[in-house]
């Protein structure tokens, strides 16, 4: 096992993975400011409403962004986008707004208006764009925040295959959603060519599984051993957990669930993270510890593959499973046994 011979304790880790810039802000700040960041001022012009499936050609030339915020409607972002697509030749005049691909807002949160946006507040990830195209939407359009070419749903879909990695053509692909519960909210961020992309929702169902088990105070001390960047079990700690275990094979989305356990310190009442051991690699076989808090709630992260977790980790009450749509998990079941209880998301 990698063990350094010097825990890290309190290492400051808040930095961007990305593009290492101040992309990351605590937990406090973004919610605090939540309301306020995506409403039209007084002097916004209106929604423009243009026509997703409509072709390039028929469109307005540009949409010009409010004289009073300088910010901008979605419509208006995508436009520029296309425009840009077209001049490289990577669309042409019959393409639509949805053929630009899809915009990830920075940060994620349930609107029942559409957003006006301000600088560096947009990744878009789509099929059929290039390195050229991607630097100059970064230079010209200020909202953009970040340009991903996909090839697929990112991250590791079973494990023993190659995890799929999207291509970061150009500035940063870190983006945080803020997750609500019954219990409060949490920010969790996501980079977003290296791991699966999924919305939050209000009610989403998943939460609602989460919120009974805690209303029943089944999560007592819990396993998320599917953790990706770390939502389930960082809502189990915010839901009063005493011991919350998060493992997850893809390097990646342990090294999100560290961010996220730092940018949600307060919130959590965590008091001390330490940082014991260093990954072996991008995929995780044996479990290694690779960070450990302390405060209200004991949280250990593992980088790992789940049906070695136990080999190291102490079992728990409650052991949650939450796999892609389709894959395969009785192999992980069986391992997770000797928790006493074990839910399948
Ligand atoms: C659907 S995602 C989890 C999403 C996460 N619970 C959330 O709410 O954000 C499934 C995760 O399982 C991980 N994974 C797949 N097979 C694994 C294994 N054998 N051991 C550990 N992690 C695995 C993937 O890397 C991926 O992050
Ligand atoms: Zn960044
Ligand atoms: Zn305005």
């Keep these: ?35 306020q960041r ?4 007084q002097s916004c012009p209106p929604e423009p409403n243009l026509d997703k ?24 972002v995508m436009l520029d986008c296309l425009r840009i697509l077209v001049e490289h030749g990577l669309r042409d005049a019959r393409d639509t707004l949805r053929s630009v691909g899809m915009p990830l807002i920075e940060v994620g949160y349930p609107l029942a208006y559409s957003p006006r946006l301000g600088p560096r507040s947009l990744i878009i990830i789509g099929e059929r764009l290039n390195k050229d195209a991607a630097k ?7 909202e953009i925040k970040g340009v991903i070419l996909s090839r697929g749903i990112a991250g590791m879909r079973e494990y023993g295959t ?8 150009a500035g940063c692909d870190l983006r945080a959603d803020i997750i609500q519960s019954l219990f409060g909210e949490l920010v969790i961020y996501k980079s977003q060519s290296r791991i699966h992309i999924e919305f939050s929702r209000q009610s989403a169902p998943k939460m609602k599984i989460l919120e009974q088990i805690c209303m029943q105070g089944r999560h007592r001390e819990v396993v998320d051993g599917l953790c990706g960047p770390g939502t389930l079990g960082l809502m189990c700690a915010l839901a009063g957990a005493k011991r919350v275990v998060l493992n997850d094979a893809w390097l990646p989305a342990v090294q999100n669930t560290l961010l996220n356990l730092e940018v949600n310190r307060q919130i959590l009442g965590i008091e001390v993270i330490e940082y014991p051991e260093t990954p072996l690699g991008a995929v995780g076989s044996e479990p290694v510890l690779m960070g450990h808090a302390r405060g209200a709630c004991e949280i ?32 992980m079941e069986r391992a997770c046994n000797c928790c006493k209880e074990l839910v399948i998301i």
């Design 1 to 35: 096992m990698a063990k350094s011979k010097i825990p890290q304790r309190d290492r400051q880790i808040m930095k961007c993975p990305a593009c290492e810039n101040s992309c990351v802000k605590n937990a406090e700040e973004i919610i605090a400011s939540i309301e």
């Design 38 to 41: 995506y409403l039209a001022c």
């Design 53 to 76: 499936t409509g072709p390039f050609k028929e469109q307005p030339k540009r949409l010009e962004r409010c004289d009073s915020c300088q910010r901008a409607t979605l419509d208006a």
């Design 136 to 142: 100059e939407m970064l230079e010209q359009i200020p």
């Design 162 to 169: 190659k995890p799929l990695e999207n291509e970061l053509l």
């Design 300 to 331: 250990e992260v593992y980088h790992g593959d789940l049906s070695k977790l136990f080999l190291r980790a102490r079992p728990a009450g409650l052991c949650l499973i939450d796999h892609f749509p389709g894959s395969k998990t009785a192999e």
